[in-house]
């Protein structure tokens, strides 16, 4: 296994995420506790020594269930990172209440890692009101020993980012952020990354496969990666890619059962960075993949349109949703979008079609994600 050094600690490079557990007929909220065992134990065999939970994960099965499972295990054994969540803003209220009950979840006294989790669009304004205490409280959490490192997840943009930044900076110890070789210009996470860099926060991976989309490519590109080099699978492809960013520290897998924890076990046992030709070939394929509607964010658009549209986000977002085949950050995000100023306030006037330089029918995608959303 690789380790990665963290102040005084050392982390393997890869960690188990916990969303993703192997279930019992297929009900999320049941998680076969036997196979995650046996998962847990292989890992922990094999130098995994990071686990990642939260409390919402597996319709908040996933803490109790890792909980009870390391419990078996020496406490110095393993660094376990769970998250407050804030993505629900009514849990604001019940910070020392929803803390509490997650260290009796996971049977721990203290979490090594504790996040704000998912910081984005439609729950930046809550997390930076102060009446609510959260960053007060988790410094003193911090302070009791109680909460080890103290850390945030990010789903949004990079302006959110740096406002949580702006204000809480100071006291964040390492972001986690979603990051792949899809997402390192789609979503912008090289930009993430950089900033991060700048402030000298070191960097936690998540989807690291995108859900599974970077896991299986097609023949096509499948081919084109073998040439350069034979025998390498798609997940791997995406693992190196990642130790080949000098800013990334754990790389989380939420793996559903044991072959994929075996295989990527193996791939994290040597660094094997991809070169500056590897590196673009994934650009590449990523240009395809994506395929997205080509908006350059030139904002003609926006003069012409009666309704205040801001049509360039929203075309960002339709790319996003149209690439994932649904998922949770274009809905998310239009969340934080008062209701006259989404997709489906778009009125079918083509005022912005008439400036547009890429010749984009703007229209019709509003009416497609419109459709899409509902």
Known sequence: MIYKKYKELSLSALGLGLMRLPVVEGDNAKIDEEKTAEMVEYAISH?????????????????????????????????????????????????????????????????????????????????????YGLYEYLKEQKKQGRI??????????????????????????????????????????KAKVELMDSLGIPVWVMEPVRGGKLAKLSEKHMAALEELRPGVGAPEWAFRYLQSIPQVTVTLSGMSNMDQLAENVKTFSEEKPLDENEINALYKIASEMVASVPCTACRYCTEKCPMGLDIPRLIELYNEHVFTGGGFIA????????????????????????????????????????????
């Open 47 to 131: 130098g995994v020594n990071y686990f990642d939970t939260a409390w919402g994960y597996h319709s908040g099965q996933s803490e109790p269930t890792i909980g009870k499972i390391l419990s078996k295990y020496p406490r110095e054994s393993f660094y376990l990172a769970s998250k407050f969540p804030g993505y629900d803003t009514a849990n604001l209220q019940k910070v020392d209440e929803i803390f509490n009950r997650q260290l009796e979840r996971c049977r721990v006294d203290y979490f090594d890692f504790y996040l704000v989790h998912n910081v984005c669009e439609s729950n930046i304004d809550a997390y930076l009101d102060e009446s």
């Open 148 to 189: 080890k490192n103290l850390g945030f997840s990010v789903h949004g943009t990079l302006e959110t980012t740096k406002r949580f930044l702006e204000k809480y900076g100071d006291a964040m110890e390492f972001c986690q952020i979603q990051l792949n070789w899809i997402d390192w210009h789609f979503q912008n996470a």
């Open 331 to 374: 809905p998310m995000a239009l969340s934080a979008i008062s209701e006259d100023k989404r997709p489906s306030s778009c009125v079918g006037c083509r005022g912005c079609e008439a400036v547009c330089p890429q010749s984009i029918k703007i229209s019709e995608v509003m009416a497609d994600f419109a459709k899409r959303l509902n």
